[in-house]
């Protein structure tokens, strides 16, 4: 966001556990920093939600591993839409990777990060739990 001759940049969080530098090892982009930052703070909280405050038991480097894929894959799901396939003869044609009901299904950088969860819990990110109930007459 831009208001008169500020830009409003993504503060990090002190507490996240990966930075612009590592997230720009793994995938190409040309965004600046702070919208990096952005996608790195969501990518944090994400983990702190669903893998540290839940007891997921995963070390310290995992945890870090993990939150730099997320963000590379939040990237990858917005402004670094990833292409798969392209065709320029003729008429020019891109296709991108993965549909929007795929989760972290949906990129190669969420795909990674599902693996080094051990915990598994990122993969019930977007599913139901069922509940049953028993009645007895």
Known sequence: KTT?????????????RTT???VKEIIETDLADPIIHSFII?????VQEKLVDTGAGLSASQLADIEMYLAAHFMAISRERQVES???GGEWQAKYQGKTDMNLQ?????QQALLMDTSGKLATLGKHKATFKVFTA
């Open 4 to 16: 008169g001759d500020q830009t409003a940049m993504a503060t990090l969080d002190p507490n996240a």
């Open 86 to 88: 392209e065709q320029v």
């Open 20 to 22: 612009v530098a590592l």
């Open 42 to 46: 969501s990518a944090h909280y994400l």
């Open 106 to 110: 949906a990129t190669l950088y969420g």
